[in-house]
T-cell receptor, first 111, second 114 residues
Framework: GEDVEQSLFLSVREGDSSVINCTYTDSSSTYLYWYKQEPGAGLQLLTY?????DMKQDQRLTVLLNKKDKHLSLRIADTQTGDSAIYFC???????????FGRGTSLIVHP | DGGITQSPKYLFRKEGQNVTLSCEQN?????MYWYRQDPGQGLRLIYYSQIVNDFQKGDIAEGYSVSREKKESFPLTVTSAQKNPTAFYLCAIKTTGQGRGEAFFGQGTRLTVV
Protein backbone atom coordinates (compact mmCIF):
# COMPACT_ATOMS: atom_id res chain seq x y z
CA GLY A 1 0.00 0.00 0.00
CA GLU A 2 0.88 3.65 -0.01
CA ASP A 3 2.23 5.36 3.09
CA VAL A 4 4.43 8.41 3.58
CA GLU A 5 6.09 9.18 6.92
CA GLN A 6 7.83 12.26 8.27
CA SER A 7 8.98 13.50 11.63
CA LEU A 8 6.64 16.13 13.04
CA PHE A 9 9.00 18.88 14.19
CA LEU A 10 12.38 20.38 13.35
CA SER A 11 13.96 23.37 15.06
CA VAL A 12 17.00 25.15 13.59
CA ARG A 13 18.92 28.36 14.11
CA GLU A 14 18.73 31.05 11.46
CA GLY A 15 21.57 30.65 8.96
CA ASP A 16 22.00 26.92 9.57
CA SER A 17 20.95 24.20 7.14
CA SER A 18 17.70 22.32 7.66
CA VAL A 19 17.19 18.73 6.60
CA ILE A 20 13.68 17.31 6.49
CA ASN A 21 13.34 13.59 5.95
CA CYS A 22 10.60 11.42 4.51
CA THR A 23 10.13 7.73 3.88
CA TYR A 24 7.66 6.18 1.50
CA THR A 25 6.59 2.64 0.84
CA ASP A 26 5.44 2.42 -2.78
CA SER A 27 8.40 1.62 -5.01
CA SER A 28 6.40 2.46 -8.14
CA SER A 29 6.22 6.16 -7.30
CA THR A 30 6.96 8.19 -10.40
CA TYR A 31 7.31 11.65 -8.91
CA LEU A 32 7.99 12.76 -5.36
CA TYR A 33 7.17 16.24 -4.18
CA TRP A 34 7.83 18.69 -1.40
CA TYR A 35 5.09 21.16 -0.53
CA LYS A 36 5.25 24.14 1.81
CA GLN A 37 2.32 25.34 3.91
CA GLU A 38 2.44 28.71 5.62
CA PRO A 39 0.05 29.42 8.52
CA GLY A 40 -3.59 29.61 7.49
CA ALA A 41 -2.85 28.92 3.83
CA GLY A 42 -2.99 26.09 1.35
CA LEU A 43 -0.05 23.98 0.22
CA GLN A 44 2.29 25.23 -2.47
CA LEU A 45 4.58 23.04 -4.51
CA LEU A 46 8.15 23.78 -3.48
CA THR A 47 10.05 21.30 -5.60
CA TYR A 48 9.80 17.80 -7.02
CA UNK A 49 12.03 15.00 -8.22
CA UNK A 50 11.45 12.35 -10.83
CA UNK A 51 12.00 8.83 -9.62
CA UNK A 52 14.94 8.14 -11.93
CA UNK A 53 16.98 10.98 -10.37
CA ASP A 54 19.15 10.89 -7.25
CA MET A 55 19.46 14.58 -6.60
CA LYS A 56 17.94 17.85 -7.64
CA GLN A 57 19.19 21.30 -6.69
CA ASP A 58 17.19 24.50 -6.95
CA GLN A 59 18.83 27.58 -5.38
CA ARG A 60 18.82 26.95 -1.60
CA LEU A 61 16.92 23.69 -1.93
CA THR A 62 18.49 20.27 -2.46
CA VAL A 63 16.37 17.14 -2.82
CA LEU A 64 18.00 13.75 -2.34
CA LEU A 65 16.30 10.51 -3.32
CA ASN A 66 17.46 7.08 -2.21
CA LYS A 67 15.21 4.65 -4.06
CA LYS A 68 16.75 1.58 -2.47
CA ASP A 69 15.80 2.77 1.02
CA LYS A 70 12.68 4.66 -0.20
CA HIS A 71 14.01 7.77 1.51
CA LEU A 72 13.54 11.36 0.39
CA SER A 73 15.09 14.44 1.98
CA LEU A 74 14.86 18.18 1.56
CA ARG A 75 17.81 20.32 2.53
CA ILE A 76 17.35 24.07 2.92
CA ALA A 77 20.63 25.96 3.00
CA ASP A 78 21.02 29.20 4.99
CA THR A 79 17.60 28.78 6.61
CA GLN A 80 15.71 32.03 7.16
CA THR A 81 12.82 32.94 9.43
CA GLY A 82 10.62 33.07 6.32
CA ASP A 83 11.24 29.36 5.87
CA SER A 84 9.24 28.62 9.01
CA ALA A 85 6.29 26.55 7.80
CA ILE A 86 4.99 23.01 7.55
CA TYR A 87 6.66 20.91 4.87
CA PHE A 88 4.83 17.98 3.32
CA CYS A 89 6.36 15.14 1.42
CA UNK A 90 4.08 13.54 -1.21
CA UNK A 91 4.26 10.83 -3.81
CA UNK A 92 2.42 10.24 -7.05
CA UNK A 93 2.18 6.60 -7.96
CA UNK A 94 1.90 5.85 -11.65
CA UNK A 95 -1.74 5.19 -12.53
CA UNK A 96 -3.00 6.47 -9.18
CA UNK A 97 -5.15 9.57 -9.13
CA UNK A 98 -4.76 10.18 -5.40
CA UNK A 99 -1.64 12.02 -4.25
CA UNK A 100 -0.50 10.66 -0.88
CA PHE A 101 0.86 13.07 1.71
CA GLY A 102 2.95 12.67 4.82
CA ARG A 103 1.76 14.25 8.07
CA GLY A 104 3.99 17.26 7.59
CA THR A 105 7.11 18.52 9.39
CA SER A 106 6.83 21.82 11.24
CA LEU A 107 10.05 23.75 10.70
CA ILE A 108 10.75 26.36 13.35
CA VAL A 109 13.56 28.82 12.67
CA HIS A 110 14.84 30.82 15.64
CA PRO A 111 17.37 33.64 15.79
CA ASP B 1 -6.73 35.21 -12.27
CA GLY B 2 -6.21 31.53 -12.94
CA GLY B 3 -6.20 28.82 -10.36
CA ILE B 4 -8.31 27.33 -7.64
CA THR B 5 -10.57 29.32 -5.34
CA GLN B 6 -12.06 28.25 -2.05
CA SER B 7 -14.72 30.22 -0.24
CA PRO B 8 -15.39 31.37 2.33
CA LYS B 9 -12.06 31.65 4.12
CA TYR B 10 -13.77 31.41 7.53
CA LEU B 11 -17.07 29.70 8.27
CA PHE B 12 -18.99 29.26 11.49
CA ARG B 13 -21.57 26.56 11.99
CA LYS B 14 -24.11 26.06 14.71
CA GLU B 15 -24.77 22.62 16.08
CA GLY B 16 -27.13 20.67 13.82
CA GLN B 17 -26.61 22.81 10.74
CA ASN B 18 -25.39 21.78 7.32
CA VAL B 19 -22.85 24.06 5.67
CA THR B 20 -21.38 24.02 2.17
CA LEU B 21 -17.80 24.89 1.27
CA SER B 22 -17.11 26.07 -2.24
CA CYS B 23 -14.23 25.01 -4.51
CA GLU B 24 -13.93 26.41 -8.04
CA GLN B 25 -11.14 25.98 -10.59
CA ASN B 26 -10.41 27.34 -14.04
CA UNK B 27 -7.36 25.23 -14.88
CA UNK B 28 -9.45 22.62 -16.68
CA UNK B 29 -8.13 19.79 -14.49
CA UNK B 30 -10.20 16.65 -14.27
CA UNK B 31 -9.44 15.50 -10.73
CA MET B 32 -10.59 17.38 -7.64
CA TYR B 33 -10.11 16.47 -3.99
CA TRP B 34 -11.24 17.51 -0.53
CA TYR B 35 -8.91 17.11 2.42
CA ARG B 36 -9.37 17.79 6.08
CA GLN B 37 -6.42 19.03 8.14
CA ASP B 38 -6.23 18.84 11.92
CA PRO B 39 -3.13 19.78 13.95
CA GLY B 40 -0.56 16.98 13.81
CA GLN B 41 -2.78 14.81 11.59
CA GLY B 42 -1.61 15.83 8.16
CA LEU B 43 -4.08 15.74 5.29
CA ARG B 44 -6.90 13.23 5.36
CA LEU B 45 -8.87 12.57 2.20
CA ILE B 46 -12.63 13.13 2.43
CA TYR B 47 -13.87 12.73 -1.16
CA TYR B 48 -12.42 12.91 -4.64
CA SER B 49 -13.72 13.14 -8.17
CA GLN B 50 -11.94 12.20 -11.38
CA ILE B 51 -14.67 13.22 -13.79
CA VAL B 52 -17.94 15.12 -13.89
CA ASN B 53 -20.91 13.32 -12.29
CA ASP B 54 -18.66 10.82 -10.55
CA PHE B 55 -17.00 10.90 -7.13
CA GLN B 56 -15.53 8.47 -4.62
CA LYS B 57 -15.29 8.32 -0.85
CA GLY B 58 -11.94 8.89 0.75
CA ASP B 59 -10.74 7.78 4.16
CA ILE B 60 -13.07 9.94 6.28
CA ALA B 61 -16.24 10.47 4.19
CA GLU B 62 -18.76 9.93 6.98
CA GLY B 63 -20.74 13.08 7.70
CA TYR B 64 -19.77 14.74 4.42
CA SER B 65 -21.31 14.90 0.95
CA VAL B 66 -20.16 16.26 -2.41
CA SER B 67 -21.39 16.84 -5.94
CA ARG B 68 -19.61 17.27 -9.28
CA GLU B 69 -22.16 18.68 -11.70
CA LYS B 70 -19.60 20.84 -13.50
CA LYS B 71 -15.93 20.31 -14.20
CA GLU B 72 -15.09 23.62 -12.56
CA SER B 73 -16.87 23.05 -9.27
CA PHE B 74 -16.66 20.51 -6.43
CA PRO B 75 -18.62 21.74 -3.38
CA LEU B 76 -18.35 19.97 -0.04
CA THR B 77 -21.27 19.85 2.39
CA VAL B 78 -20.52 19.23 6.03
CA THR B 79 -23.68 17.70 7.42
CA SER B 80 -25.02 17.61 10.96
CA ALA B 81 -23.94 13.96 11.05
CA GLN B 82 -20.30 15.07 11.21
CA LYS B 83 -19.76 15.19 14.97
CA ASN B 84 -16.45 17.01 15.02
CA PRO B 85 -16.40 19.33 12.01
CA THR B 86 -14.06 22.02 13.36
CA ALA B 87 -11.02 21.82 11.08
CA PHE B 88 -9.20 23.38 8.17
CA TYR B 89 -10.54 22.14 4.82
CA LEU B 90 -8.43 22.11 1.69
CA CYS B 91 -9.53 21.59 -1.89
CA ALA B 92 -7.01 20.40 -4.45
CA ILE B 93 -6.96 19.73 -8.17
CA LYS B 94 -4.70 17.62 -10.32
CA THR B 95 -4.26 16.76 -13.92
CA THR B 96 -4.87 13.12 -14.77
CA GLY B 97 -2.82 13.18 -17.94
CA GLN B 98 0.90 12.78 -18.54
CA GLY B 99 3.31 15.03 -16.74
CA ARG B 100 4.44 15.81 -13.24
CA GLY B 101 0.99 15.30 -11.77
CA GLU B 102 1.42 17.67 -8.85
CA ALA B 103 -1.61 18.86 -6.92
CA PHE B 104 -2.65 22.50 -6.75
CA PHE B 105 -4.34 23.67 -3.57
CA GLY B 106 -6.81 26.35 -2.68
CA GLN B 107 -6.20 28.66 0.26
CA GLY B 108 -8.45 26.65 2.55
CA THR B 109 -11.59 27.20 4.59
CA ARG B 110 -11.47 27.19 8.36
CA LEU B 111 -14.71 25.83 9.76
CA THR B 112 -15.58 26.37 13.40
CA VAL B 113 -18.58 25.02 15.30
CA VAL B 114 -20.09 27.60 17.65
Amino acid sequence: GEDVEQSLFLSVREGDSSVINCTYTDSSSTYLYWYKQEPGAGLQLLTYIFSNMDMKQDQRLTVLLNKKDKHLSLRIADTQTGDSAIYFCAENVGGSYIPTFGRGTSLIVHP
Amino acid sequence: DGGITQSPKYLFRKEGQNVTLSCEQNLNHDAMYWYRQDPGQGLRLIYYSQIVNDFQKGDIAEGYSVSREKKESFPLTVTSAQKNPTAFYLCAIKTTGQGRGEAFFGQGTRLTVV
